[in-house]
Structures are given as C-alpha cells and as structure tokens.
C-alpha cells in the first residue's frame, strides 16, 4: 500500500461512487488487507475482523456518494471502520464475559504464529479506547493528531493513552519496554 496515492483513491471514490464496479474492486484491493487487520487487532478475533471488514466495506459503497473529499480518503475509511469496530464490540460485550470463559479454559489455537500471539495478549490487556489509539498510531502508521481526528478527540487524549498503555504494559508484562 502505497500513501502517496491519494489522488488515486479519489478518482477511484468518484468513479465508484458513479457506480463503477472496477473502480470500487480498486479501492476493496488497496485497502481490505489494511482494514482487516486492523480490525482483528481491535477486536482480538478473526471471526469478528472478517464480519467488521465485511461491514466497512459495504458501508463503504453506500457512503460513496456522500464522501466529500475532505482530508485523505484513508482517514475517511478508517473513521468507517474505527466505528464499525466500536458497534460490533458494543453488540457483543454480554457474551464477552463468557466468551473470555471459555478462552481461559481452552489452549489457544493460532494460526498465524506466536508472535502475533504475543501481540494479541498484550493488546486485550488494553482498555478498548487506549487499543484502539495503539493500534491506530503503532500499527497503522497514523500521527497523533490523525488519530486524535479520526477518533474525535484531542491530541492530547491520544498522547494520555499512549502513555497509559505503556503503564498498563509496564504493570501487566513486566519484561515489556
């Protein structure tokens, strides 16, 4: 993925929202590997990042028409699914708890390695809100301040959840820098 194509994915967007179907294909190729990942990593499952990448995307061609170009498209798409992320975690938690349960009783089973593993247990130690900021700036590359726009908060309420992550990590993983 490149981000220096920016007038890319707004000619794509315009020609998608007209209705052009290679056009969308285009946009779905440049960023379903980017939006699912980020979801599996928000919601620590790969079930629900396959249901919520589905969810953004179809959310995606129906807001097209109405996208006005307004900062990067890959902010736009990444409010989608930061939102997208939000209500699937919101429709599930009574069957976190349990959920949990069961997890705890069971050996994991991971089908992409240890190390993303590692990743996983460290980022359901997070609080949603402070993983999501997490995931955000050190795994897709956004600023502080792209982060606190797409989120709707101050830059400083990013920085305080970096900061509280990385307590957080101190406290529950002690060999962790």
């Not at 699937?88 to 009783?105: E, F, G, N, P, S």
């Not at 726009?149 to 820098?177: F, Y």
Request: proline share 3%; hydrophobic share 35%; glycine share 4%.
């Amino acid at each position: 993925m490149n981000d220096d194509l920016p007038e890319l994915d707004s000619n794509l967007a315009n020609l998608a929202a007209g209705g052009c179907e290679e056009s969308f294909r285009g946009l779905f190729d440049r960023y379903y590997d980017q939006i699912h990942a980020y979801a599996w990593r928000i919601c620590c499952d790969s079930n629900s990042a396959d249901d919520v990448a589905q969810q953004v995307f179809i959310k995606i061609a129906s807001a097209l028409p109405k996208y006005r170009h307004e900062g990067k498209f890959k902010s736009w798409i990444f409010r989608i699914a930061l939102n997208t992320a939000r209500d699937h975690l919101r429709v599930t938690a009574r069957y976190r708890d349990r959920i949990a349960q069961l997890q705890a009783d069971q050996p994991k089973v991971v089908e992409t390695g240890a190390s993303d593993l590692r990743v996983t247990e460290v980022l359901e130690k997070l609080p949603d809100k402070i993983r999501e900021t997490v995931v955000l700036v050190h795994a897709q590359g956004f600023t502080q301040k792209e982060a606190a726009d797409l989120m709707g908060c101050p830059e400083g309420t990013v920085s305080w959840r970096i900061s509280e992550a990385r307590k957080i990590l101190r406290t529950s993983c002690p060999n962790h820098d």
